[in-house]
């Protein structure tokens, strides 16, 4: 078996034991990404002989008898929305083609100091803003079990480089479902955690209020390990909560016998791919033949998520991106060309006698930052933009942005009352399997539709995680999701692994080669 | 008599004293290099988050309390969203709907009697974070502005005061009622020159017409660097109101409110030219930052630690110490170190009047002339103690006493040591009585004239004592030397 | 509801975009179709409901006064494209 194919449990047992080292890990990923990564397009950037001096300081480590982190050896990709100092951090968008923070967001600097090898920067929608990684000035991902569809997104390069054995471990982001729907189409196991759990700090902010970082790995074990090294709290960011961190990986053994698994009878209905929903209902079976105890519930909310998702972040999105506006760093507009058409508009409207016009016409300034904002952003992240503003502006903030925080606290509310009854959530993470690239490029509202199942979770800040569970008859993944209250990641993770140890839909790997 | 009663609220922006930046750990040093106090979290860079520095959040609720507004049990922030390249995030954190404290007063009172005594209304007082300075040089003919982002994210309190002033004056007491409490507090240095301390101000006119009250449209006026100038736009814009008033007749909501900036040099207000885009701020709370709750302990707490405040200092003088409101309203004017001084001083010597003369007489002249604080003045409160009880115990005579204080001043030595120096000591009483008998004696003709009731010869021979020793007292002198005549 | 075109030269002007005839059509389009299909919110009686506009019921959090370094100012300047030696360059700010 190729080292690229092993879990990273397996993989950090055998660097442990010595079997393997650091290097050799490391090279079987490059040699694997080089091989097939131009057919998935998971990993927008590598750097061969940074990722070798590193796995070389974690061998040397080793070979010293110094202590060694958490992840020692482990190669782990990062999704390129979170900064990684003097190295270049994109999001997937021209604005920030040429971006290299002096500072590593706290994510990756605990990936380094728990000796994890950073292997490169993954594909993404620009500024997280997509279900299906196909908005990245990098060119679309692909999914690994069918290359003519998409990974889903944002997190679609994490997802895809996990699911194509490119890296053990990737870290993603998870502002509407980015961690879980990827995951889920492309088969493999994606934990959003509570809001507050890992720190957001140099996370490039999409939605503040809804962002957070996760890990994505092949099993819930693998995905309790990442979590354990990147969960805490960091004064650096307000929002991070100040407790404890469990030993995620003790508690997987512990029995589910007795656990309340609660089923939302709305997320079986209408709009539901009926192989999906098959799916589904035989991994409820199967908790249920782990000794889970299965009840319905309402969220009754829940189905106007989507609806006050996309108030709340294009909102609070507009507010995030306004820095963008080519002074202080990133993307701007070629200055002379800029100048010679205000000043051609300027002769035009006044030859036309529209004084008025003329006087009115954008500063230099001014029209400075649109074409830059313009030139730099793609379709996508504009309409964003434009519909935050909107929602924002004048006569408009309480009739769609309050309105929408109201509705978050109605749903939030619901998931308080259904945890009172269940431990946790058990449902579809995405109404369809992987959908064709393109199919969705020209139809936003469709593509938001994506996301009924997983927005619920970023709007009330609760934890979710999605893993495989099936497969449809076009050899596509199907994924599961399980929600559980804020801070039971601990819970969320032991189900999905008590699942996994009874299943082998984790195990299976997509035919790259060709 | 005025046909129009002029109607002024006050906007002023105070930078907070704090050692780092209200989000980040960048110095707030005035004066440093461009550029050279920024950091990913005041640059607006991707992915830095703001977190909230404490000392601001306090200096901000001793000001609320001082000013006497109500605290918000619950605060929180939002985003202020512009563009300007000055403002590195494309918004301000600032306080929208809910700032931390609202509804107060600050009590003004002129005591030249200009205008009556008055509580101005505080409408609110926020905390939010400073831009940075955008600079032209337009001799240099250059095609670009230079942007230098130090002073961006510099703790800001925004105190709104309401449209409660009623003249230039009135303002321009609000404004040093204001500073000078804020001093008092050591909440900002209040520098205007520095830009720690900055006014706008809104005016408009309420006219009498034979038909009614007529108010104008409001006036924003922005760029009055001093509170001289603050006086000087104000009484400037009121006329140029009631002008516009005459020529158009517009009112109050027929034209949108208007931001002029003032010209110093030129003593007149220019009207700021506008976009059509209205101002749409699109405030929302910040997700970045959480709110923040006060429990009425920490009001209670604020409030016992405030100290003496300014109106409450220049009453306990005018009671205890027995000086005039003007008196009073000088010294507590010059801040908390100097009043602390004259209570020494006046405790000291158990006459606040004479303290009170002498500070205002000798020492704030010494320290306006050397530009000395208080804290530089070489002679402490127990040394000028000393030397106004000699004067006290008639050891002294008065410009005697301002040669040593003088002589102190200059070299820092005590009272006693100037006098030994100078060879000032008292003279033995029978050495004084000889001396006047020997000075009669030898003057026959003066003592003719005492007889003949010229009261004034005994003048030449005070003169004469005092060159022979110039340590005589000399009103004890003319005593003796009366005595001695009289006995002829 | 749906946007006009006015409307949506009026966004973008605040959003500090500059659109092409063919994306101020498009967006006005898709956004009249998301505001739309948002507007079912309207269908919820929120009255008296808090909004929630953190994801986590955190208060109080504070930084202790302190100075820390600040980036050289090469660093600090080194993303910008456009600075001289010691400052971010804009095209003309004139007046203030």
């Known amino acids: 078996m190729s080292l690229t194919e092993l879990s990273a449990a397996e993989l950090l047992q055998r660097l442990r034991s010595g079997e393997v080292s650091a290097t050799d890990a490391a090279k079987a990923c490059l040699d694997r990404i080089e091989q097939v990564n131009d057919r998935v397009n998971a990993i927008v950037r590598v750097d061969r002989a940074k990722v070798l001096e590193d796995a070389g300081k974690v061998d040397q480590k080793r070979a010293a008898g110094q202590p060694v982190g958490a992840l020692a050896g482990l190669p782990v990709v990062v999704k390129d929305l979170l900064c990684t100092q003097g190295e270049p951090t994109t999001c997937g968008s021209r604005m920030l083609r040429d971006f290299s923070p002096p500072y590593d967001a706290t994510a990756v600097a605990k990936l380094r100091s728990a000796d994890g090898v950073i292997l490169g920067k993954a594909n993404l929608d620009e500024f997280a803003m997509g279900g299906s990684t196909e908005s990245s000035i990098f060119g679309p991902t692909r999914n690994p079990w069918d290359t003519s569809r998409v990974a889903g997104g944002s997190s679609g390069g994490s997802a895809a480089a996990v699911a194509a054995s490119l890296a053990p471990l990737a870290i993603g982001t998870d502002t509407g479902g980015s961690i879980r729907q990827p995951a889920g189409l492309c088969g493999i196991t994606g934990l959003k955690p509570t809001y507050g759990r890992i720190s957001r700090y140099g996370l490039i902010a999409f939605a503040s209020s809804l962002d957070q970082i996760g890990p994505m790995a092949h099993s819930a074990e693998d995905c309790a390990l990442l979590l354990e090294v990147l969960a805490g709290h960091d004064p650096r960011d307000a929002t991070s909560v100040d407790r404890p961190v469990p030993q995620y990986r003790e508690s997987l053994i512990t029995p589910l016998k007795g656990l309340k698994l609660g089923v939302v009878k709305d997320h079986f209905g209408a709009g539901l791919d009926e192989e999906v929903a098959a799916a589904v209902e035989r991994a409820i079976d199967v908790y249920r033949s782990l000794g889970a105890e299965i009840r319905d519930v309402a969220l009754p909310h829940g189905r106007y998520g989507v609806a006050t998702y996309y108030v709340i972040a294009p909102c609070e999105a507009s507010s995030n991106l306004a820095r963008y506006e080519g002074v202080h760093y990133g993307y701007r507009t070629d200055e002379g060309q800029l100048l010679a058409e205000l000043d051609a508009e300027r002769k035009q409207l006044l030859a036309a006698g529209d004084k008025r016009a003329a006087e009115n016409l954008d500063t230099a300034l001014v029209r400075m930052y649109r074409k830059s904002r313009s030139e730099g952003f793609g379709p996508e992240v504009k309409r964003r933009i434009m519909l935050g503003t909107y929602a924002l502006s004048a006569g408009y903030y309480d009739a769609y942005y309050v309105k929408a925080l109201k509705v978050r606290r109605l749903i939030r509310q619901d998931f308080d009352r259904a945890f009172e009854q269940v431990d946790l959530i058990v449902g579809p993470v995405t109404p369809s399997t992987a959908f064709k690239i393109g199919e969705k490029t020209n139809d936003p509202l469709a593509m938001y539709r994506e996301d009924l199942y997983t927005v619920t979770a970023n709007l009330a800040g609760i934890a979710g995680i999605a893993f495989p569970c099936g497969q449809s008859k076009a050899g596509l993944p199907i994924g599961v999701q399980l929600q559980s209250p804020p801070f039971q990641e601990e819970t969320l993770l032991r189900a999905a692994h008590q699942f996994q140890m009874a299943t082998d839909w984790h195990k299976r790997r997509p035919a790259l080669e060709k | 008599m005025s046909p129009y009663t002029v109607i002024i609220g006050l906007e002023v922006h105070v930078q907070l004293a704090t050692e780092s930046k209200l989000f980040c750990g960048c110095s707030t040093a005035f004066g440093a290099a461009p550029n050279t106090q920024i950091c990913p979290v005041c640059l607006g860079m991707p992915g830095a988050l703001p977190v909230m520095n404490r000392k601001a959040f306090e200096l901000s609720l001793r000001t609320a309390a001082a000013i006497n507004c109500q605290i918000a049990r619950f605060t929180k922030w939002d985003r202020k969203q512009y563009y300007y390249p000055d403002l590195p995030k494309g918004y301000q954190i600032s306080q929208y709907d809910l700032p931390f404290s609202h509804d107060g007063w600050l009590e003004i009172s002129d005591p030249k009697g200009k205008f009556e005594p008055k509580r101005v209304g505080i409408i609110r007082a926020h905390l939010e974070e400073d831009a940075g300075k955008s600079m032209h040089d337009e001799r240099a003919g250059l095609a670009d502005s230079q942007i230098d982002l130090n002073r961006t994210g510099t703790p800001l309190l925004e105190i709104v005061s309401q449209p409660d002033m009623r003249s230039p004056a009135e303002a321009k007491a609000f404004l040093s009622e204001l500073k000078l409490l804020l001093t008092y507090l050591g909440v900002s240095d209040c520098n205007m020159q520095e830009g720690s301390l900055r006014v706008d101000g809104n005016i408009n006119l309420h006219i009498d017409t034979p038909g009614g009250k007529v108010a104008t449209p409001i006036v924003e006026i922005k760029n009055m660097n001093s509170f001289r100038a603050v006086e000087r736009a104000l009484a400037y814009e009121a006329e140029r109101l009631y002008e516009v008033w005459q020529e158009t007749g517009q009112k109050l909501g027929d034209v949108p409110k208007q931001t002029r900036g003032w010209d110093d040099a030129a003593n007149v207000t220019r009207g700021q030219r506008h976009k059509e885009e209205s101002s749409d701020y699109r405030y929302f709370p910040d997700p970045d930052l959480v709110p923040v709750t006060v429990t009425d302990a920490v009001v209670e707490q604020v409030l016992a630690s405030l100290g003496e405040m300014p109106v409450a200092l220049r009453t306990r003088l005018e009671t205890e110490f027995g000086l005039s409101a003007y008196d009073s309203d000088v010294l507590v004017n010059q801040g908390r170190a100097l009043v602390d001084y004259f209570l020494h001083v006046a405790t000291a010597t158990g006459d606040g009047k004479l303290a009170s003369n002498w500070l205002q007489q000798d020492v704030l002249r010494m320290l306006n002339e050397r530009n000395w604080d208080i804290a530089a003045f070489p002679v402490t409160a127990p040394a000028l103690a000393v030397l106004l009880k000699k004067v006290q115990a008639g050891e002294l005579i008065t410009s005697r006493a301002r040669e040593v204080l003088q002589a102190m001043i200059d070299t820092g030595r005590s009272a006693d040591e100037v006098m030994r120096e100078k060879g000032i000591e008292q003279v033995d009483e029978t050495e004084l009585v000889a001396l006047c008998q020997e000075l009669v004696a030898a003057n026959p003709k003066v003592a003719e004239d005492f007889k003949a009731g010229k009261m004034q010869a005994i003048g030449s021979l005070v003169g004469q004592a005092k060159k022979k020793n110039p340590n005589v007292n000399p009103g004890r002198v003319r005593e003796l030397l009366i005595e001695a005549l009289g006995k002829l | ?96």
């Open chain 3, 1 to 96: 509801m749906s946007l006009t075109r006015q409307d949506v030269e009026k966004v973008a002007l605040l959003a500090r975009l500059r659109l092409s005839t063919n994306e101020l059509d498009a967006l006005t389009e898709q956004l009249s179709k998301v505001v739309g299909y948002v507007e079912q919110l309207g269908e919820l009686d929120t009255e008296g409901v808090a909004p929630m506009a953190h994801a986590v019921e955190v208060t109080n959090v504070f930084r202790d006064d302190a100075v820390q370094p600040s980036l050289p100012r090469e660093q600090a300047l080194a993303s910008a494209p456009h600075h001289d030696d010691a400052c971010f360059l804009v095209p003309a700010v004139l007046g203030d």
